[in-house]
Structure formats: C-alpha cells, structure tokens
C-alpha cells in the first residue's frame, strides 16, 4: 500500500545546496597551500657604525669630548671574501685567517675559543661579506655565529650581530 | 504487502549524510588555510641550515616579509618589483608599521624609537650578498632593527 504523505511534511531540495558546498570545497583543495617548515636565525641588527673614527695626527686622550675612548674594542670582526661563484675564500677572524673547511669547523674552534673564554673582551660581531657571496653561505657562518656562547655561559648567546658590506662606504 | 513500482522509477537519494561529509571537509580546509603563504615566494629554494629554529609560536610580533630570488630580484606575491621601486616600497612599509606601532603605544616616538617589527628575509641560496644587504640598509634606514632570516631547517629536509 502506498505511503500517503502528510500535508505538514515538507522536503527539501538537498541538491543545490551540495552543488554550492562542492564549489566551496574545490575552491578550499585548489588554493590550499601547506606552509612549508622553515626555520630562521633571529637577529638585531642596528646599522653599522664605525668602530672607532680618529683624525689624522690625533693623540690618544687629546679628544675629551670623546666618552668612550674604547668604544670598538669589544667587537669581534669578521671578513669574509668570495670567490666569482660565490663561496668563501677566505675567512679572517680578528684579523688571522682561518682555513676554511667544508664544515667550517675550524671557524667554530676559533670563535669558540675568542668567545667561549669568560675574560673574554667581546660581546658583539662585525662580520664583512664579500659582495659576491651567496646567501647559503652566509646562512653557514651565521649559523656558527649564533651558535656561539659568551664567556662560556651556555644562557648567553651571540645575538649582537651586525652586516657589513666589502664595498659599503 | 509488497509495495508497487510506478510507470516512472523514482529514486530520491539521502542526501544528508554527504552534505555532512562536504561540511566537515570545507571547515577543515577553512581551519587550515593559510592566507600568509601567499606572501612567500614559494618558486626560490632556501639554504639548509641545522641550526634554524622554527618562529616561536608566542611570538606576537608582527612581521614584514622580504623575498629576493636567485637572480636577487626583489618580489612581492611572487611578481619581481622594479629595483628603483624597491626604496619606495620599503619606505611605505616602514611608515605603515611605525603607525602600527603608535596605534599600540601611544608612547612610542616615530622619530626615535624603533620599530618591533620583525623583517623576514627569504632569500634564494644563490642569491648574492649585495642584493641582500642593499635590502636589509633599506630596512635599516626605515627603522627596521630585527630581522630573521629564514632558511630549511635540516630535519624538515
């Protein structure tokens, strides 16, 4: 027997509403766009200033308006130079070169031992890069850079970093 | 009693549990999507670096987005910017974060003090360092001082 419906029963049309949340649920699979996992060196870099700026002839202390006579001492400098595909040649910490291996382990044994030292002077870099140099090897040297402890206080990391071009004026 | 087909067989499937399904689907891909994937060039392929820690999720800091290709293009939603439009872009950037910033602190002094602001720098692993640091000078002169620069953490590798 044939099921008579009542007059109150109302169905609706399910149809165009699932057509709509199809579009929507294309659109969403389209555009979607898993961030990829990328993790960054986080740095504080005022722009760099001179370490110390002397006129020609100058005494030491002649200068009184000069407060802070040994403002640039406690930079650590760095230079690093490219070659014309953009790897580092050579590395000068402080002004002695340091062979530059795959690993840049010798870099960290150097910066480990300047900076490691609790009497040490330093508390900031300077590093000068080499125009030509690649980003993925910069990345490499500040990896090791703020890997870096000061004074052997494994809560105090090199975070005072700055860039420096080899053509900046 | 058994009941008796029509001339015309009508079928009415239920519809109602696959409008559930596509429900549950849409707020899925809604609870997911990210609208900041847009601002990274995804084309340019980033150095690997062990080192590079993920952004700290509490980190509320708002950030600035900078990505330079391997030709040390400078790019916006993935289009290369002119270089002479690229000090101009910065600027603009630079005024819209220090107002930013007034809004939240009505302390804060555009002349003097700095901006909070993270600048992100993505660069490609070719790209050379001039291109980079004529990026992070610009920035600097705009009031810029934090910065992070993004590479492939080894285990995401």
């Not at chain 2, 549990?17 to 899925?28: G, K, R, Y």
């Amino acid at each position: 027997m044939a099921k008579r419906k009542s007059p109150e029963e109302v169905e609706l049309n399910l149809a165009a509403m699932l057509d709509m949340a199809f579009q929507i649920l294309c659109f969403f699979i389209l555009t979607f766009k898993p961030p990829p996992a990328e993790g960054q060196i986080q740095l504080r870099m005022p722009p760099a200033q001179p370490l110390q700026t002397v006129k020609t002839n100058e005494r030491a202390g002649s200068d009184a308006s000069k407060n802070n006579p040994v403002q640039g001492l406690n930079t650590l400098p760095i230079i690093l130079t490219a070659t014309d595909e953009g790897m580092i040649r050579q590395i000068y910490v402080n002004q002695q070169e340091v062979v530059v291996d795959p690993k840049l382990a010798m870099l960290d044994a150097q910066l480990k031992k300047l900076l490691g030292d609790p009497a040490t002077p330093y508390d900031q870099v300077v590093i000068q890069v080499g125009s030509n140099l690649k980003y993925e090897e910069l990345m490499r040297v500040l990896g090791i850079c703020t890997h870096q402890t000061i004074g052997g206080d494994p809560k105090n990391h090199l975070t005072k970093l700055s860039l420096v071009s080899e053509d900046a004026p | 009693m058994s009941a008796t087909l029509s001339n015309k067989a009508r079928a009415e499937p239920n519809l109602t549990p696959i409008l559930d399904m596509v429900f549950q689907l849409i707020t899925f891909f809604m609870l997911v999507i990210n609208f900041k994937a847009n601002l990274m060039d995804m084309q340019m392929q980033l150095p690997v670096i062990g080192s590079a820690r993920p952004m700290a999720k509490d980190d509320k800091r708002s950030f600035f987005m900078v990505n330079l290709n391997n030709k040390g293009q400078f790019t916006v939603f993935g289009r290369p910017l002119d270089d002479s439009k690229i000090a101009g872009f910065i600027q603009k950037q630079g005024e819209f974060y220090r107002l930013t910033e007034r809004r939240r602190n009505p302390n804060f002094d555009p002349d003097k003090d700095e901006i909070s602001t993270t600048v992100i720098v993505r660069a490609d692993r070719a790209t050379p360092f001039s291109k980079i640091y004529r990026v992070i000078r610009e920035c600097q002169d705009n009031g810029f001082r934090n910065f992070a620069f993004r590479a492939q953490s080894a285990q995401a590798k």
